[in-house]
C-alpha cells in the first residue's frame, strides 16, 4: 500500500497531504524504500539522506496539522549533485570535489525548503554536467528505466541531469532539480518520457550551483506531468541579488497557465530543423505533435531559423571556453582531491590530471586553446558574433507573430549504455544536442514533453520554445501534447 | 585549423593537466575532430556582427562598495585538503 504513494503525481500527492490522506512522513518513508530497492540496479542517487529527509518530514506534518503548509509542502525531492547544499555530498559528480560538503545551501533548493519541499538525496548525472548519456559520472552511468521492447541491454537515460530523469521516472522522487547548458534538461526528459523545462536565462539564480559555462547555464525541473513542472518552477524561480544576471522580475503562479489552451496561437515550424537522415519515426512524431496543437486552435507556420545549424560548433567553443575559466579553481588547495606534487605547480597538473574525467579535460583542454594567446578573435569572439545571428533568428520569429516554436527534442530515441559509434567520436555525441542547443545560444525557454514511442516502445518527445520570460505558453502548449497523446509513458518494472 | 603533439603538450601545461606522453595521441585526434566540427563557422559572415555579451538586455547590477559578507574563515577553509590556523597550506612557493 505504501509503496503506491510513489506513483502519485506531485499534484495528487499535494492533495493527499493536505487532505490528511497520508502524511509526509509517510510519503517520504514510501520512497526511502524505493530508492533503496531501485538504487543499486539503476545508479540514480549518489548520496541519500535519509535521516535528513525524515526530520524535514516530520516539520512538514506539523506544519500541514497547523495549517501552515508551504506549497510543496511535504513533496520529496531528488537533487542533482550540482546543486550546493549545505553539509551534504556535492561534488558535480566528479572526483575532483571528492568529499566536498558546502557550507552553504544553493538558491534554488533553498527556494525549495522555503516552500516545505523535502530532499531525499543528491542525483548522479555526468561530471560537471558535460555529457548526454550520463557515463561520464565519477560514479558510473544511470541505468534508464526503459528497456526496448525485446532487448534486455541497458540504455542511457541521457545526459547530464540523468540521475534526475531516471529517478523521476522510475518513481524514486516526486520531481527533481536538473541543469541544462546545452540540453541537460530537455535531452534526458525527452529519453524517459518525462517532463523537463529549461527557463528563460535569468529566470533561476545559478548561486550555489557548481558552475559549467556561467553564459548558458540554467536550473530547471523533471517531473512527471506538465502540471508537476509548473509547480516546481513557481518555486525554483525568483530574484537573487547573489547572482548578478538573475532578472528581477515577478514570477507567475505558472501553473495556473496550464489549461489555458492554444487558441489563437501562432506555432513556429523551423525548416531547418528537418535535418538529413531524420528517422522517420521523428518526422512522424513532430506531424503529430503540430496537428494536435493545430486540432485545439493554434495556427501553425512555416518559419526560417537559417542560423541554426551553426549554433552546436559555436556552443563547441563558447561552453568549453568558459568552462576552462570556470574550472580553474579546482587546484589542491581550497576543497576536494590534493594530490601532491614536487612543487606547487607539478601539485596542480598532478591534481587535475586525477580529479577529472577524459570528457572534462578534453573540454577544459578545447577551452584554453581557444582562449589561448592568437587564437581569441578567430574563436570566441567569432563563436559570440555567430551567437548574436542565432538569437536574431529568433527575434525576427517573434516579431512576425510566432508565439511559440515546435521542434523534435531528440534525434533519436534512447541508445545503449557503451554505445561504440558514439564512444569512438565525440562530435557523434554532441549531435545529441542538435535541437536544443540554439535555445541556450539566444537565452530562450525550452520545454521537452513526452510525445509518443518508437518502434521499441521507447519514449520520443518534442520541444517547444519560447518568447524570453513566456514560460506560461510553453506550459500550456506543452500540456494540449500531453493531452492529447494520452499515453501512459511509464517504464515496465525490471528493477 | 589542427594541433600537432606539442601543442597538446602546451595546453595541458596552459591548464595545468598533467598529460602523459601515451596520451598525447588520443587527446590530438579528439581535439582535431572537434576543431574540425567547429571550422564550419567560417562559412558565416559576421561582418558588422557584434559579439554577444549577454542574452538578455540588461545593465550588470552593482552593489554598493562596502563589505557585506565575511567573518567567517573557519567556514572558507573548511573543505580545504590541508588548512592551518584558518590558512590553507601549499607546497613553499618561495625559496
Known amino acids: 500500500m505504501l509503496t503506491d504513494l510513489t506513483k502519485l503525481s506531485l499534484a495528487a500527492a499535494r492533495k493527499g497531504l493536505t487532505d490528511k490522506s497520508f502524511s509526509a512522513s509517510e510519503l517520504t518513508g514510501a520512497y526511502l524504500g524505493a530508492i533503496e530497492a531501485a538504487n543499486p540496479a539503476l545508479n540514480a542517487y549518489v548520496a541519500v539522506t535519509g ?160 558552475a559549467f559555462a556561467s553564459s548558458l547555464d540554467q536550473a530547471g525541473p523533471i517531473a512527471r506531468t506538465v502540471e508537476d513542472a509548473a509547480l516546481l518552477m513557481t518555486s525554483m524561480s525568483g530574484f537573487d541579488p547573489k547572482d548578478s544576471t538573475s532578472v528581477d522580475m515577478a514570477v507567475p503562479d505558472f501553473a495556473a497557465a496550464v489549461e489555458r489552451g492554444v487558441k489563437g496561437l501562432t506555432i513556429g515550424v523551423p525548416r531547418e530543423y528537418r535535418m538529413d537522415g531524420m528517422p522517420g519515426e521523428i518526422e512522424k512524431l513532430w506531424t503529430q505533435g503540430l496537428e494536435w496543437l493545430k486540432a485545439e486552435g493554434a495556427v501553425i507556420k512555416d518559419i526560417s531559423l537559417p542560423h541554426t545549424k551553426y549554433a552546436l560548433p559555436a556552443y563547441y567553443i563558447v561552453a568549453p571556453a568558459e568552462a576552462s575559466s570556470n574550472l580553474a579553481r579546482y587546484d589542491g588547495v581550497k576543497f576536494g582531491l590534493r594530490v601532491s606534487g614536487k612543487d606547487i605547480t607539478d601539485m596542480y597538473e598532478l591534481t587535475r590530471a586525477a580529479g577529472f574525467g577524459r570528457e572534462v579535460k578534453r573540454r577544459i583542454m578545447i577551452g584554453t586553446y581557444v582562449l589561448s594567446a592568437g587564437y581569441f578573435d578567430a574563436y570566441y569572439v567569432k563563436a559570440q558574433k555567430v551567437r548574436t545571428l542565432i538569437k536574431k533568428d529568433f527575434e525576427d520569429a517573434f516579431h512576425a507573430g510566432v508565439d511559440a516554436i515546435l521542434t523534435p527534442a531528440t534525434p533519436s530515441a534512447a541508445f545503449g549504455i557503451g554505445d561504440e559509434t558514439l564512444a569512438a567520436d565525440p562530435v557523434a555525441m554532441y549531435l545529441q544536442d542538435v535541437f536544443t542547443v540554439t535555445v541556450n545560444m539566444a537565452g530562450l525557454p525550452g520545454i521537452a514533453v513526452p510525445a509518443g514511442k518508437d518502434g521499441k516502445g521507447l519514449p520520443l518527445g518534442l520541444q517547444l520554445i519560447g518568447k524570453p520570460f513566456d514560460e506560461e505558453t510553453l506550459f500550456a502548449a506543452a500540456r494540449v501534447i500531453e493531452k492529447s497523446a494520452d499515453m501512459d509513458f511509464s517504464p515496465k518494472r525490471w528493477w | 585549423m589542427s594541433v600537432d603533439a606539442t601543442t597538446v603538450k602546451r595546453i595541458g601545461r596552459l591548464a595545468r593537466i598533467r598529460i602523459e606522453e601515451h596520451e598525447v595521441a588520443g587527446y590530438q585526434s579528439e581535439i582535431n575532430s572537434i576543431l574540425g566540427f567547429i571550422e564550419q563557422l567560417g562559412e558565416v559572415d559576421v561582418t558588422g556582427v557584434e559579439p554577444m555579451t549577454s542574452v538578455s538586455p540588461m545593465v550588470l547590477r552593482r552593489r554598493d562598495d562596502v563589505v557585506s559578507d565575511g567573518g567567517y574563515p573557519e567556514q572558507i577553509v573548511a573543505n580545504a585538503p590541508l588548512a592551518e590556523d584558518n590558512f590553507f597550506m601549499v607546497p613553499k612557493v618561495v625559496e
Not at chain 1, 541537460?184 to 524517459?192: E, G, M
Open chain 1, 51 to 210: 535521516e535528513q529527509a525524515l526530520a524535514m518530514a516530520k516539520d512538514s506534518d506539523a506544519r500541514l496539522a497547523k495549517g501552515q503548509a508551504g506549497p510543496l509542502e511535504g513533496i520529496p525531492l531528488g537533487i542533482k549533485d550540482l546543486f550546493g547544499t549545505k553539509g551534504v555530498h556535492t561534488q558535480a559528480a566528479s572526483h575532483i570535489l571528492d568529499g566536498f560538503k558546502p557550507e552553504y545551501e544553493s538558491t534554488v533548493t533553498a527556494n525549495l525548503w522555503r516552500d516545505g519541499a523535502v530532499m531525499l538525496g543528491k542525483l548522479n548525472m555526468d561530471e560537471f554536467a558535460m555529457g548526454s548519456s550520463n557515463e561520464t559520472s565519477y560514479y558510473g552511468p544511470v541505468v534508464s528505466p526503459f528497456k526496448a521492447e525485446g532487448s534486455n541491454a541497458n540504455l542511457v537515460p541521457g545526459g547530464s541531469s540523468g540521475g534526475s530523469a531516471a529517478a523521476v521516472a522510475a518513481w524514486l522522487c516526486a520531481g527533481a532539480t536538473a541543469t541544462d547548458t546545452g540540453g541537460s534538461i530537455r535531452q534526458p526528459a525527452a529519453l524517459t518520457g518525462t517532463v523537463g523545462i529549461k527557463p528563460t536565462y535569468g529566470r533561476c539564480s545559478r548561486w550555489g550551483v557548481v
